[in-house]
């Protein structure tokens, strides 16, 4: 009986621990096949800049291909959607932006996913500073001398955005909050849509992503001021909105790896320390620097916590700013 019960308990064992052993060599297999990277934005913008510049990366990690599939809508809503309710298999991710994740449930009345229940975090890769530009055209020199303007002019001028509730949207509205000016808002699907027409003066200004810094550096947009708490490595010349007669003003963007709810941790592991090897490679990070974006590289649980903690921030943003929820 003793050499039963011994057999048993192994018997036992072993097989407790069979599902350990099939997700850990799951993870290790993984992928097998392509995977489907959704970008909630069009082509050319900064969610999408970094998806690709991450996508090429991790093909070459594991030896199969990451397609960037922009799905554009609702403020980045219709990709977290079909990304809340793909198979939890590892294969179909998100880029996201806090727009997506940390925004938009202030802004909508209904959402179709949630993005705490729904979407598992899987790295925060990186942060983007909003600048202050403006169309040549436009007679002023500084923040103030924009402000000035603009409050001799009002409801004339008007400022771009890559669709409400994106960062740049904020910006924008924490300038006419704190300036209390009256400035038109101008969403478009993305930021790349909206730079033709700023540069053609068809709308005065706009807080770009960094990733835009070039157009300042040859001249063809005028730059008045960076949105983040410290000046940016990129464009050092470039004072703060705080430096800019606005203390405490901050409205940074940012991009990171979701996957559906109920993806393997260990798959999920696997793809966040595949990520922050690619972070932390000269090359990209260089590149990245050109661009005015700064690389982080965290875990899942410090990308959940900065997920809540900016959920709260923003709705009282929003809510301070009068801006309407939409349907």
């Known amino acids: 009986m003793e050499v039963q019960r011994r057999r048993f308990l192994q018997f036992a064992a072993s097989a407790a621990a069979l599902p350990a052993v099939s997700r850990t060599a799951g993870a290790q297999a993984y992928p097998t096949r392509p995977v489907r990277l959704l970008v909630g934005f069009a082509p050319g913008g900064p969610n999408d800049i ?21 799905v554009t809508g609702a403020s980045g809503n219709l990709a977290a959607d079909r990304v809340a309710k793909s198979a939890p298999d590892g294969y179909t991710l998100l880029m996201t932006s806090a727009a997506q994740i940390v925004v938009n449930l202030s802004l909508y009345q209904k959402m179709t996913f949630d993005p705490i229940k729904d ?14 530009v403006a169309h040549n055209d436009i007679l002023a020199k500084s923040v103030q001398e924009l402000i000035a303007l603009a409050r001799s002019q009002p409801g004339e001028l008007t400022f771009a955005s890559g669709g409400i509730g ?3 949207h904020l910006a924008g509205e924490l300038v006419k909050s704190m300036a209390r000016i009256d400035i038109r808002h101008v969403p478009y699907r993305s930021l790349a849509l909206a730079v033709p027409d700023l540069l053609a003066g068809r709308v005065a200004m706009a807080f770009l992503s960094t990733t835009y810094l070039q157009l300042v550096r040859e001249g063809k947009l005028r730059g008045f001021a960076v949105s983040s708490q410290r000046r940016v490595a990129a464009a050092p010349d470039l004072p703060t909105m705080a430096e800019s007669g606005f203390p405490g003003f901050h409205a940074t963007g940012w991009f990171g790896l979701m996957a559906p709810a109920g993806t393997s941790p260990a798959v999920v592991d696997k793809i966040q320390r595949d990520a922050v090897t690619i972070l932390s490679l000269p090359e990209l990070r260089k590149k990245l620097d050109e661009l005015g974006l700064e690389p982080n590289g965290n875990t899942p649980t410090e990308f959940a916590a900065i997920i809540r903690s900016e959920i709260s921030q923003w709705a009282i943003v929003i809510k301070e700013a009068g801006i309407r929820p939409l349907e």
């Open 119 to 132: 979407l598992a975090p899987i790295s925060l890769l990186s942060s983007a500073p909003n600048v202050l």
């Open 166 to 168: 994106t960062s740049n």
């Open 50 to 70: 970094v998806a690709r510049l991450m996508g090429e990366r991790l093909s070459a990690i594991w030896g199969k291909p990451v397609v960037i599939d922009n």
